[in-house]
């Protein structure tokens, strides 16, 4: 099979209506993200748009939301120990998890209870 060049562009996590604020709180305040202006014709649907680098993580509004308790985003950081240690003076939790090969890992709840998975690479 040919390589067709896929790349990730964003992942979009569900968040309730209303809840903008608490999460740009937590996207921008504590996780340091930059928020990125939607298009017009997207910003009525509510919801925020949040980057960094390479990551860019959407936001949106849905209607009976339920948190992503088990999907989440396996998101890439140079600073594993610092992240932690930022999300947990913020009053996240953090639980760490050495089953993945070749990665230190914690998972942490954003705002409204979406998983997030937090890796970098292990040092050898």
Not at 7 to 16: E, F, G, K, S, T
Not at 109 to 115: I, L, M, S, Y
Request: glycine share 10%.
């Amino acid at each position: 099979m040919s390589d067709l060049g896929y790349a990730l562009h964003h992942v979009q996590l569900a968040i309730p209506a209303g809840a903008e604020e608490e999460c740009r709180a937590f996207y921008v305040g504590v996780l340091g993200l930059e928020e990125v202006a939607k298009p017009p014709a997207l910003a009525a649907r509510g919801g925020l748009w949040v980057r960094s680098g390479s990551l860019e993580i959407h936001l949106g509004v849905e209607a009976g939301f339920q948190p992503a308790r088990k999907a989440h985003p396996g998101i890439l950081v140079g600073d594993l120990d610092a992240l932690a240690e930022r999300l947990t003076a913020a009053g996240t939790e953090v639980t760490w998890d050495e089953n993945f090969p070749a990665y230190r890992r914690f998972h942490a709840f954003d705002a409204v209870g979406n998983r997030l998975e937090f890796m970098s690479p292990a040092v050898r």
